[in-house]
């Protein structure tokens, strides 16, 4: 009988030891992983957490593949090979396979505090905590940690906040690293305690896709007669992406048979989860590596069963009744007692296949034939004493067809039993190539992740040699630039005067150019006026000349304030928003009425005390009340340009950004001297504001004045040029 057949559906890469002893208990193994973990996507807010790890009062970890990503960030960002983690942060850890991911990383007692679930620390490295294979509440919502009995250990979220102190860290940061997705249990009962929780993602968990020789050997199991099989599922998120799958991969009739199959959970999320999703014959196991191979071994002991006992042969004078008993005793050899379901099984002396209907009922014919006399002989006479020898030799004539059939179907029997070992022998070697296969998809699988893993190395350090070179290129500039300043250092003096002369005048060209900086330029000319002053060279006589002629142009430059300007109109811009428009007149409410009404009673002065007395009666009081309320009900006021009066609220808005934007283009023309676009648009900004704003506010007024003084403190002037010194530069250098 072929051995059982575990499904493993771990990641890649991290079901070795567990695949190692299902085959060393005699199990046969199938690789289908249905998660797959990687680099998250985006790592800087994990880098930039880690950058401030000495601040945060406690770091969780939910998974060994968190910590060994979070820690190889952690290197990466402290620029040296092994993370060093600092020992006042204590670090905490949901099961037992994290605790010694933090040993194998030098973090573990005395040296730093690590926070697990009660007998974290002793389970020992059997019991897998990994977020991918079996998520553990922190931010999923399955954990194959937790124990699946009251008694046992529990390695989950409800575990680790046992073990923390809630008050200790009220108004404190938490960090908790952990993959993408899944629920946060832990950080909403942190963030109730008062904790400050930031969570980051360190890796990511993706749906796999298994190759054609996966599907095939998944379908070959469905079939009827196949070996018996188990699912291991050790995450909600493996179950869900199972049933994903199998949806796509498989038909309608190969589905419904996978909800039929034996399935082992380590943990009540998982199965409730297989349950909802239909799988009807979940197992529950013990957490960890030891938990899933004895719950796998008891599977097997249960579901394979022995095989049965050799038939011994049955003479042909049986007939019937003695297949009847052979048929007897093999079932009584097969039902054994459940204690001797290991014992090794002897092999049947002829086997014949489920499917093999036909030779059956071959063998069953031939069978029943021989036990039975032919009709010839049954209804001969008995022979009298006057004829032996005819009775003899119509006996032998009998006996002779018999002998024929009892041949024939010996022969029938032996072609179907070769049949059927050689059919057995294509299934075992079909089924061996596909594990072959499954094995060489983990591998390759396996060299993925590690060539990925290289390539980052490279990565990293072609980033290295490429610091390195620019160094290198730096170093060649200084250089370059040391040389130059030893060349120019051995120069004569007049050429180094000439050199300064030279950087003096091109600097002010510059600043003319650029700036219209008539101040710099001045200063740049006297500069250079004053080192020929000292030198007192007759060859520098016309230089200075030109350099005088070109210093009374610059004095003759009238002064601009372009400066004053844009400052206006950046004030003129911040008070846009706030000024009125005639579409958004509004009520006057009760206390500025009465606030106008007293400013008119304080005009009338003299004339109070009298109006005071003629509205001593109740109807003058009555017609002066009626008549204010009437004056605050109905306004008149004279608009000359009616599309004003008609804008909306988005109209409004769109009118104001307008207007900012001309006075920025308006602006903007005039840091870059462009007096016809600068005088263009802030006209037009004059002219919106003047056509839709409430000109009698006093916020428009000084918006409208801001913009004048602006449009007349730009005056564009034109600029002298460095020609002639330049020029007379030139002539001297020549020379």
Known sequence: MPRPTVVVTRPAGQSRQLTEALQAAGLDVLSFP????????????LR???????????????????????????????????????AQVPAAVVGPASVAALAERGIAPPTCRVIAPAGAAANGQGADDAGDNGHHGLNHDSNHDSNHDADGPRFDSEALWARLDPAALAGKPVLIVRGNGGRDWLGDRLREAGAQVEAVEAYRRTLPEPGAMQWQAVRDSLQA???PHVWLLTSSEAVRNLDTLARQQLSPQENAGLRQVQCIAPHARIAEQALALGFSHILRAAPGDAGLLAACLQWADAHAGPVPAPVPAVPEARGASGV????????AITDTDPARAGAPALAPAVAVPATSTKVERVTQETTSSSATPPPSAASAPAPGPGAPASSAGHLAAARKPAALWALVAVLVVATAGGFWWLQQRVDHLTGELARRQQSNDALVQESRVLTRNAQDTVK?????????ENQVGETRDKQVALEQVYQDLMRNRDDWEIAEIQQLLTNAGQQLQLTGNVQVALAALQSADARLARADKPQYNLLRRAIARDIARMKAVP??????AAIKLDEAINQVDALPLLSSERMLERTEADARKDGAAGKGGASAPAAAAATNGWFSRLWTYLRDEMAQVVRIRKVDDAEALLLSGDQGWFLRENVKLRLLNARLALLSRNEPVFRNDLAAAQAMIGRYFDTKSRRVQGVLTLLRQAQAGAVTVQLPTMSESLGALNALKKE
């Open 48 to 86: 930039a957490a880690l950058t401030r790890l000495d601040q945060f009062a406690l770091v969780v970890f939910v998974s060994p593949n968190a910590i060994a990503y979070a820690l190889d960030a952690l290197a990466g960002v402290q620029g040296a090979a092994t993370a060093q983690w600092p």
């Open 225 to 227: 007669g196949a070996p």
């Open 559 to 564: 002064d601009t304030d372009l400066t004053g």
């Open 460 to 468: 990293e350090l072609q980033a290295k040699v490429g610091a390195l």
């Open 34 to 45: 249905l998660l797959a973990i990687g680099p998250a996507a985006d790592d800087a807010p």
């Open 324 to 331: 009847s008993g052979a048929s007897g005793r093999a079932s």
